[in-house]
T-cell receptor, first 112, second 114 residues
Framework: QKEVEQDPGPLSVPEGAIVSLNCTYS??????FMWYRQYSRKGPELLMY????GNKEDGRFTAQVDKSSKYISLFIRDSQPSDSATYLC????????????FGPGTSLSVIP | DTGVSQDPRHKITKRGQNVTFRCDPI?????LYWYRQTLGQGPEFLTY????????KSRLLSDRFSAERPKGSFSTLEIQRTEQGDSAMYLC????????????FGPGTRLTVL
C-alpha cells in the first residue's frame, strides 16, 4: 500500500460544476497537508496549505483535512476550463516537514 | 521572473551518456530540493540542501546520481551513465528553512534517454 492514495481519474465535469478531489493516507504522523495544481509539462504550483485537521477556504477552493479518517479533500466551486489540470495532494510529518510525499495526482478536465 | 528556474527545459541523450541539470532557486530561499516525476505519478523526493549542506538523500538516488550546491545558491544534479529508466521530469523546488514553509517548484527538466 502506498503512503498516499489518490484516484487518478480522469475526471471530466461541465463548467460551473463543483469538483471534489480526495486523498487517503496511511501515515498518522502526517501533519502538513498541501494541494498542488500541475498543468501539462509544467512544475507543480501550490494551491492550498493546511496544518492538521479542519477546513481552509481561498476563493473558489476549499481544503478539508480529517485526520481521524486519514482523508483530505479539495473542493473547487464554479469550476472553469482553466482549472483543467492534474491535482496533486501532498503531505509531510511535523518532524521531517521537508520530506514531502505526493499522491499520484488526479487529472481534471472542465468542459466549457 | 523571481521564481525557481531550471535549465535545460528538455534534454535528449543516449544511454550511457552523462547529463547535468541546473536549478536556480528563489533568491532568499536557503532550502533546495530535487524531485523526479514519471508519467502518471506525483513527484518523488530525491534530495535536499540547506545552504550548501546536503541534508538528506532518498534511496532512489543511486550512485550514478550526484547533486551539489557549492555556494548555497544554485544547484546541479548530475546523472552518470544514463539508463532508459532515468527518463523522467526532474523538478527542483525551494523554500525558506521555516517549519511549515512550503516548497515552490520550477518548471522542470524533461530527460529522455534513448
Amino acid at each position: 500500500q502506498k503512503e498516499v492514495e489518490q484516484d487518478p481519474g480522469p475526471l471530466s465535469v461541465p463548467e460551473g460544476a463543483i469538483v471534489s478531489l480526495n486523498c487517503t493516507y496511511s501515515n498518522s504522523a502526517f501533519q502538513y497537508f498541501m494541494w498542488y495544481r500541475q498543468y501539462s509539462r509544467k512544475g507543480p504550483e501550490l494551491l492550498m496549505y493546511t496544518y492538521s485537521s479542519g477546513n481552509k477556504e481561498d476563493g473558489r477552493f476549499t481544503a478539508q483535512v480529517d485526520k481521524s479518517s486519514k482523508y483530505i479533500s479539495l473542493f473547487i466551486r464554479d469550476s472553469q476550463p482553466s482549472d483543467s489540470a492534474t491535482y496533486l495532494c501532498a503531505m509531510s510529518e511535523k518532524t521531517s516537514y521537508d520530506k514531502v510525499i505526493f499522491g499520484p495526482g488526479t487529472s481534471l478536465s472542465v468542459i466549457p | 521572473d523571481t521564481g525557481v528556474s531550471q535549465d535545460p527545459r528538455h534534454k535528449i541523450t543516449k544511454r550511457g551518456q552523462n547529463v547535468t541539470f541546473r536549478c536556480d532557486p528563489i533568491s532568499e530561499h536557503n532550502r533546495l530540493y530535487w524531485y523526479r516525476q514519471t508519467l502518471g505519478q506525483g513527484p518523488e523526493f530525491l534530495t535536499y540542501f540547506q545552504n550548501e549542506a546536503q541534508l538528506e538523500k532518498s534511496r532512489l538516488l543511486s550512485d550514478r546520481f550526484s547533486a551539489e550546491r557549492p555556494k548555497g545558491s544554485f544547484s546541479t544534479l548530475e546523472i552518470q551513465r544514463t539508463e532508459q529508466g532515468d527518463s523522467a521530469m526532474y523538478l527542483c523546488a525551494s523554500s525558506l528553512a521555516l517549519r511549515g514553509d512550503t516548497q515552490y517548484f520550477g518548471p522542470g527538466t524533461r530527460l529522455t534517454v534513448l
